[in-house]
T-cell receptor, first 114, second 113 residues
Framework: AQSVTQPDIHITVSEGASLELRCNYS??????LFWYVQSPGQGLQLLLK??????LVQGIKGFEAEFKRSQSSFNLRKPSVHWSDAAEYFC????????????FGKGTHLIIQP | NAGVTQTPKFQVLKTGQSMTLQCAQD?????MSWYRQDPGMGLRLIHY???????DQGEVPNGYNVSRSTTEDFPLRLLSAAPSQTSVYFC????????????FGSGTRLTVV
């Protein structure tokens, strides 16, 4: 069975600073990887996804993520964060091309300092 | 195009009561799934479906039933509510074959007292 680990429960970053959120996955075959963002009291919004090809993927809101098979990682990055980026971020893996749903990490809560 | 619609948005149940959480999508997505979100636990898969008439269990299926009689609807039934089922429930859907990721509904906040 697949699993996802997000090592950081909370991360605090100053506005304008760069950001990296870590994600490690466990899955025996080619993973389908996703990053979602959840603002307080809201549903989940897809930031970006990886299935194959270029290991650096671009998403919405200026986010990008890099797939590293050798490290089983799919870290999310942003060069300069804005106060509106404060939210909960979830990494997820889908097996069977996503047919049997997604397995989520426990999330990273991002706090932006002014 | 409404996306994924969940009703109700809030619900309070007494222990032992039953209810159905509704989920409907108008995007003709084949895949649908239900998750529960608890503090510090992320989202955990309850049940999923790859098409009408086909459902299967996820990570935490106990106490929940689902059916998929149409492509559009995927209701989640709580058979006999327990306080441990207090949670936020999300429904999601996705295309088969073209992987754009799952689209999520806005959630149902359920409290069992």
């Amino acid at each position: 069975a697949q699993s996802v680990t997000q090592p950081d429960i909370h991360i605090t970053v100053s506005e304008g600073a760069s950001l990296e959120l870590r994600c490690n996955y466990s899955y025996g075959a080619t993973p389908y990887l996703f990053w979602y963002v959840q603002s307080p009291g809201q549903g989940l919004q897809l930031l970006l996804k990886y299935f194959s090809g270029d290991t650096l993927v671009q998403g919405i809101k200026g986010f990008e993520a890099e797939f590293k098979r050798s490290q089983s990682s799919f870290n999310l990055r942003k060069p300069s964060v804005h106060w509106s980026d404060a939210a909960e971020y979830f990494c997820a893996v889908g097996a069977q091309r996503g047919a049997d749903g997604l397995t989520f990490g426990k999330g990273t809560h991002l706090i932006i300092q002014p | 195009n409404a996306g994924v619609t969940q009703t109700p948005k809030f619900q309070v149940l007494k222990t032992g009561q039953s209810m159905t959480l509704q989920c409907a999508q108008d995007m003709n997505h084949e895949y649908m799934s239900w998750y529960r979100q608890d503090p510090g636990m992320g989202l955990r898969l309850i049940h999923y479906s790859v098409g009408a008439g086909i459902t299967d269990q996820g990570e935490v299926p106990n106490g929940y039933n689902v059916s998929r009689s149409t492509t559009e609807d995927f209701p989640l039934r709580l058979l006999s509510a327990a306080p441990s089922q207090t949670s936020v429930y999300f429904c999601a859907s996705a295309y088969r074959g073209r992987i754009y990721g799952y689209t999520f509904g806005s959630g149902t906040r359920l409290t069992v007292v």
